[in-house]
């Protein structure tokens, strides 16, 4: 399916990924890397910030023009398939599919959209504080200057 999103939409998506998900050289399997867990993290975050959707095709786009890497790693026998939305194409093999980012970058990124009234450390609350933050920055200082219909 075709992305509704144009060009300034997939550079705000590849500057994130820039600024918030570093590439990464490690080839670690977590579940935090996870291609799925980080296209719903993603997908979240720039919804919430950015009022943009994020489909699978952009993602892997975005991911593929920064040189990130995938790999994937066959699942176990017994494992059924996904079949939610998000996961309908990628998941659909029979492999998990990871990215090349810091599982703990996804995982913050996740904590920090979401409800930080949970965690107990008090340094862990501020970290996710700054982080949220920053998103709070990186999207009111989006320049949709570019897009369709806007004003010169």
């Given at each position: 399916?075709?992305?509704?999103?144009?060009?300034?939409?997939?550079?705000?998506?590849?500057?994130?990924?820039?600024?918030?998900?570093?590439?990464?050289?490690?080839?670690?399997?977590?579940?935090?890397?996870?291609?799925?867990?980080?296209?719903?993290?993603?997908?979240?975050?720039?919804?919430?910030?950015?009022?943009?959707?994020?489909?699978?095709?952009?993602?892997?786009?975005?991911?593929?023009?920064?040189?990130?890497?995938?790999?994937?790693?066959?699942?176990?026998?017994?494992?059924?398939?996904?079949r939610n939305a998000v996961e309908r194409s990628i998941s659909?093999?029979?492999?998990?599919?990871?990215?090349?980012?810091?599982?703990?970058?996804?995982?913050?990124?996740?904590?920090?959209?979401t409800s930080i009234a949970l965690q107990k450390d008090q340094?862990?609350?501020?970290?996710?504080?700054?982080?949220?933050?920053?998103?709070?920055?990186?999207?009111?200082?989006?320049?949709?200057?570019?897009?369709?219909?806007?004003?010169?």
């Amino acid at each position: 399916m075709p992305s509704e999103n144009n060009d300034q939409h997939i550079a705000l998506i590849k500057r994130f990924i820039q600024e918030f998900l570093p590439c990464s050289n490690s080839e670690q399997k977590y579940s935090h890397n996870e291609f799925s867990f980080v296209l719903k993290t993603v997908a979240k975050i720039v919804l919430r910030f950015g009022k943009i959707t994020v489909s699978e095709e952009d993602l892997l786009q975005c991911f593929s023009e920064l040189d990130y890497n995938l790999y994937a790693r066959e699942k176990p026998a017994g494992i059924p398939k996904k079949r939610n939305a998000v996961e309908r194409s990628i998941s659909d093999m029979d492999a998990f599919i990871y990215v090349s980012v810091s599982s703990t970058a996804v995982l913050d990124l996740k904590k920090a959209s979401t409800s930080i009234a949970l965690q107990k450390d008090q340094l862990k609350i501020i970290s996710l504080l700054r982080l949220k933050e920053q998103l709070t920055t990186f999207f009111k200082n989006a320049d949709f200057s570019d897009s369709p219909g806007s004003a010169p």
